[in-house]
């Protein structure tokens, strides 16, 4: 048995993550709700807020629950249409065969080898398992064979309609999902354990992670002045950089001092470093070590007012 109030204390403390859903053994909502910001932008955790109730009644088989759900499934030979179950489709969908779409390398690899056609046929893919995952999340369940027909079926209209046509994937695996693929959830899921529940979250999570890091890699471009530049030679560049090459020598020298000096003057170190009085900044201006003089200080200040008087520029 759940606690309503343990999944609304999770729900305020990790929503952000789905803790609520995990406890309540929703992993596919969660799953998807990690690969679509949360359900677009926290719509979807926000709107477990209200959703919860049911959520508990669901998994704890709370009687008048199973009577209502009884009743839909004596009227109803299958689930009826969900405008939020449908768009949620639609939307994530998209965003999965978006994000596989780009990871496909656009340069050519291993001397000369093509993989951007691989692209027009391993996208429609992603978009039919986001419509299946979200088609078989709580009381409803359908065939992944008829999100796929329909994802695929836009392939046929490619030769005509161009590429584009390809964003329509989520829409017809939608609609051949819900029309010949959905129906009741008439038994209860198998409990499976932790492990393999958190291991099926882990590989699951790769596959997309590792779509998100080829496109980071082999496509992602960042413009500066007008000129782009490949998103891997601007974070190499980023750390060649001085700005964080001196992040790194700070960073090396507080951990340094906790080992030689203790947490205490490490991190009365650390403060200094973060220069809160300014003076670090001032004296690298000055182009002076920090313990300069008084003297020192005002001579260079001369020297400087000499040099960048307005008179001469």
Aim: with cysteine; hydrophobic share 45%; charged share 20%.
């Amino acid at each position: 048995m759940k606690s309503l109030l343990v999944a609304y204390l999770l729900w305020v403390v990790g929503g952000w993550c789905c803790l609520h859903l995990l406890y309540l053994r929703r992993d596919k909502q969660a799953f998807v709700y990690w690969w679509s910001f949360g359900g677009y932008f926290g719509c979807g955790v926000l709107r477990d807020f209200f959703r919860l109730p049911a959520y508990v009644k669901h998994y704890n088989d709370d009687p008048e629950f199973v009577e209502e759900l009884t009743d839909k499934m004596r009227r109803k030979s299958k689930p009826g249409l969900s405008i939020s179950r449908m768009v949620a489709q639609m939307m994530v969908g998209n965003l999965w065969y978006l994000l596989v779409y780009a990871a496909v390398p656009k340069e050519p690899l291993f001397g000369g080898l093509h993989l951007q056609p691989l692209a027009v046929l391993v996208a429609p893919m992603a978009s039919a398992v986001a419509v299946w995952l979200i088609g078989n999340i709580g009381q409803e369940c359908g065939k992944l064979r008829w999100a796929l027909i329909g994802s695929y079926s836009v392939l046929v209209a490619v030769p005509a309609l161009g590429e584009q046509v390809l964003n329509w994937c989520c829409v017809l695996s939608m609609l051949f999902f819900n029309k010949c693929g959905k129906k009741w959830r008439r038994t209860r899921e198998p409990k499976v354990t932790v492990c393999r529940r958190v291991s099926t979250l882990l590989v699951s999570s790769l596959l997309l992670s590792s779509c998100l890091c080829s496109f980071l890699y082999f496509n992602a471009e960042l413009e500066s002045n007008g000129e782009k530049v490949k998103f891997r030679d601007a974070v190499g560049n980023f750390i060649r950089s001085p700005m964080f090459q001196e992040f790194k020598e700070n960073i090396k020298k507080v951990y340094n001092d906790t080992w030689t000096q203790g947490f205490g003057p490490a991190w009365t170190n650390f403060i200094e470093l973060m220069d809160p009085t300014g003076s670090i900044h001032a004296f690298k201006v000055l182009e002076l070590p920090k313990n300069a003089t008084q003297t020192e200080i005002k001579e260079r200040i001369r020297d400087l007012s000499k040099q960048w008087h307005p008179d001469k520029h």
